[in-house]
C-alpha cells in the first residue's frame, strides 16, 4: 500500500479522442511525476510537478499535458490520441527532499483503438 | 538511448539460492540507483535503493551493488523465495534537487523462483 491512488484503471478511447488521467498522492508529497509503460518496456518519464508547476519533461510531445492541485493531487491529460499511445500510466508521488521515496499508484492501462 | 539496461530479460531460480540481477548505465551524472518489483496489474513497488557514494547497501536479504567505475550494479536477493517472482526494474537519477526524482528505468527482469 503506497498511498498513492489513480483512476480509473482501465479505459479504453478511440484515435483523435482526449484523455484525462488521475492521481491521488501519498499525504505529505509535494512531487508527482507520470510515467508511461509500453508493453514489454520499462516505464518512461512523461514530465513533474513540483508545487503546481511542471518542473521536467520528458521526450513526450506537448499534447501530453498535466496539472497539480494544491491538494497535491494531478491529471495527466492527452490530446489527439494515437494508437502508440496505448500503455500503462503510471503516477509516482515523492518528497523533493528525499531521493528514495517514490511510491507509485497502481496505473491506469489506455488503450487506444 | 537506453541510459540504464537490463541486458537479462528472465532468470530462473530455485527457492533458496541466490537470485543475482544485473543493470548497467551509461549516463556518468547517475548518482542515486533504485530497485523496483513489479506484479502483473500492479505498480511498482520500491525495494531499496543506494546513493553512487557507497558502494554497498543492504536491507535485509535484499543486498545492492554498485560499482562506479564500471557503471554497473547488481541485486542480490539470498535466499530467494517464491513470492520474489516478478518483474525487477533497475532505475537512475542524476543529482539536482529539481531532478532527483526523476527516473530513468531499464526494461526490467523477469525472475522465476522454482520450489
Known amino acids: 500500500e503506497t498511498g498513492v491512488t489513480q483512476s480509473p484503471t482501465h479505459l479504453i478511447k478511440t484515435r483523435g479522442q482526449q484523455v484525462t488521467l488521475r492521481c491521488s498522492s501519498q499525504s505529505g508529497h509535494n512531487t508527482v511525476s507520470w510515467y508511461q509503460q509500453a508493453l514489454g518496456q520499462g516505464p518512461q518519464f512523461i514530465f513533474q510537478?513540483?508545487?503546481?508547476?511542471?518542473?521536467g519533461r520528458g521526450n513526450f510531445p506537448p499534447r501530453f499535458s498535466g496539472l497539480q492541485f494544491p491538494n497535491y493531487s494531478s491529471e495527466l491529460n492527452v490530446n489527439a490520441l494515437e494508437l502508440d499511445d496505448s500503455a500503462l500510466y503510471l503516477c509516482a508521488s515523492s518528497l523533493q527532499s528525499r531521493r528514495n521515496t517514490i511510491y507509485f499508484g497502481e496505473g491506469s492501462w489506455l488503450t487506444v483503438v | 538511448d537506453q541510459q540504464v539496461k537490463q541486458n537479462s530479460p528472465s532468470l530462473s531460480v530455485q527457492e533458496g539460492r541466490i537470485s543475482i540481477l544485473n543493470c548497467d548505465y551509461t549516463?556518468?551524472?547517475?548518482?542515486?540507483f533504485l530497485w523496483y518489483k513489479k506484479y502483473p496489474a500492479e505498480g511498482p513497488t520500491f525495494l531499496i535503493s543506494i546513493s553512487s557514494i557507497k558502494d554497498k547497501n543492504e536491507d535485509g536479504r535484499f543486498t545492492v551493488f554498485l560499482n562506479k567505475s564500471a557503471k554497473h550494479l547488481s541485486l542480490h536477493i539470498v535466499p530467494s523465495q517464491p513470492g520474489d517472482s516478478a518483474v525487477y526494474f533497475c532505475?537512475?537519477?542524476?543529482?539536482?534537487?529539481?531532478?532527483?526524482?526523476?527516473?530513468?528505468f531499464g526494461t526490467g527482469t523477469r525472475l522465476q523462483v522454482t520450489l
Open positions: 549516463n556518468s551524472m547517475f548518482d542515486y
Open positions: 532505475a537512475a537519477s542524476a543529482g539536482s534537487a529539481g531532478t532527483a526524482s526523476k527516473l530513468t
Open positions: 510537478y513540483y508545487r503546481e508547476e511542471e518542473n
